[in-house]
């Protein structure tokens, strides 16, 4: 285990299923997320299947924190082999009813912090001449998701993002991979579904690990873009050839009946 990959949003969910896919297959982690005791039982989990692991308790919803955790891994003397861009939140409602500092909080950790810790850690991947990103975005980047505007705006321009980066970087030896699961067993989907007027079937539901072990599997062949799950694959598809005002309408039905009522 000579390869390190960071994985930030690693306390629970999709972050902490990579982050055991990541150790399974050979890498050591370092874990970042706000929760600490989370983390560091996680970390004693990973140990034990034989990985190196560091713990990093951050809120990288606050503008510096990219930075700032770019120094804690210089003083860690390691080099990031892969980054792995998981934190984020997502906020059920109409956007107008949403509280102005959790929506600047929402870009920042979904959007700033990533595009920041990107530059951050591409430069010296370059240099090395390998390394690979992996960006999470979500199948609500293919179409406006009213209740869930700004995510999902957020998740479009992580998916186009990546994918133009993929581009960018191709003959330096770097990778970029953006992942688009649909709903997936973890905090944020309990959390959703608990408040929702709408529940999704728990066949649409994907297990955590699976959409972990096919995001891994994606970057390791140099896919630029995974959408986990036939289902998922197919909603993506469909929504991509209608004319957009009928797109719109539909998912406007959709998440007007998932808005939790005042």
């Not at 005791?37 to 190196?52: D, P, V, Y």
């Not at 595009?115 to 390998?130: C, K, N, Q, S, Y």
């Not at 991979?177 to 067993?185: K, Q």
Request: charged share 20%.
């Amino acid at each position: 285990m000579n390869k390190w990959a960071l994985i930030t949003g690693a306390s629970s969910g999709i972050g902490a299923a990579l982050a055991r896919v990541y150790a399974e297959e050979r890498h050591n982690v370092i874990l970042v997320a706000r929760r600490e005791q989370k983390l560091l039982a996680l970390a004693e989990e990973l140990r034990g299947i034989g990985a190196e692991v560091h713990v990093i308790p951050m809120d990288l919803s606050l503008k510096k924190s990219a930075r700032q955790l770019f120094k804690a891994v210089q003083q860690l003397d390691v080099h990031v082999d892969v980054l792995v861009n998981n934190a984020g939140f997502t906020y059920l409602g109409r956007f107008v009813d949403m509280d102005l500092g959790s929506a600047e909080d929402m870009m920042q950790l979904n959007l700033g912090t990533l595009v920041a810790l990107t530059h951050l850690f591409a430069r010296p991947m370059i240099a090395a001449g390998e390394g690979h990103i992996l960006n999470l975005s979500s199948t609500t980047a293919f179409q406006p998701f009213p209740g869930h505007a700004l995510y999902a705006a957020g998740k479009a321009l992580i998916l186009s993002f990546s994918e133009a980066l993929f581009e960018e970087l191709k003959g330096t030896g770097v990778g970029v991979t953006v992942l688009c699961p649909g709903p997936t067993e973890s905090e944020m989907i309990d959390a959703v579904q608990a408040e929702s007027n709408l529940k999704a079937p728990s066949f649409m539901v994907a297990d955590v690990m699976a959409v972990a072990k096919e995001g891994f599997d994606a970057a390791n062949r140099g896919d630029a873009l995974c959408v986990p799950g036939l289902s998922n694959k197919i909603s993506t598809m469909m929504v991509q050839h209608p004319a957009r005002w009928l797109v719109r309408s539909m998912y406007g039905v959709i998440g007007r009946k998932m808005i939790p009522k005042p």
